[in-house]
């Protein structure tokens, strides 16, 4: 996977004239994203949810404007289901799923990795990616911003087509991640 993305993410920018690839996640995509989580999920979340989710874009927003200046192919939907494993050879045999290619920061590719597998696996993917900015920099906004915010989507997806909402189910995997990261963050 680290193999791929170093590929992947090395398609020089020029090469792109004629495509319809652009940039959709830019500061003005998060700061709405961030509005509507406050206005459509905030009112169904605990005080505490609140904070742990304001704690996140008020510290992505803030401090990582540059990293949205960071620019490079990605696959916008890096997730489980667009990844082929086969195992009975146990490795990765493919990627599907290029709907949602643009340019943007490198380490949104990395979102659903560490969603879905953990800050452990996505280390050993980033110790497999090669780039000029150090992993630890990719790891530090995928594991205090991008790879916490999936949830998101999906629970503003199931409001606005009034599904039925388990919301401590919901927010299991994002409490999990945020106490990972942040408590780990305070014992250091």
Do not use: C
């Not at 990582?64 to 667009?82: C, R």
């Not at 494993?85 to 799923?97: M, P, S």
């Not at 920061?105 to 452990?120: E, H, L, Q, T």
Request: aromatic content about 16%.
């Amino acid at each position: 996977m680290g193999d791929f993305l170093t590929k992947l993410h090395s398609i020089h920018l020029l090469e792109l004239e004629g495509t319809n690839l652009t940039t959709i996640h830019t500061l003005t995509y998060w700061k709405d994203l961030y509005g509507n989580i406050k206005k459509e999920l905030f009112p169904f979340l605990s005080n505490q949810q609140q904070e742990q989710i304001s704690h996140i874009f008020d510290d992505f927003l803030d401090d990582y404007p540059d990293s949205l200046n960071k620019k490079v192919v990605i696959h916008g939907d890096l997730t489980i289901s667009n990844i082929i494993y086969q195992e009975r050879k146990e490795r990765i045999t493919g990627v599907i799923d290029f709907t949602d290619a643009q340019i943007g920061d490198p380490a949104f590719d990395f979102a659903g990795i560490y969603w879905s597998f953990g800050p452990k696996f996505t280390r050993d993917v980033l110790a497999h990616y090669q780039s000029t900015e150090p992993s630890e920099s990719l790891f530090d906004r995928v594991s205090k911003f991008y790879g916490l915010q999936p949830v998101f989507h999906n629970l503003l997806y199931a409001i606005s087509n009034k599904q039925n909402i388990d919301w401590n189910s919901a927010l299991a995997r994002f409490s999990f991640l945020y106490h990972y990261t942040f408590e780990k963050e305070k014992k250091q």
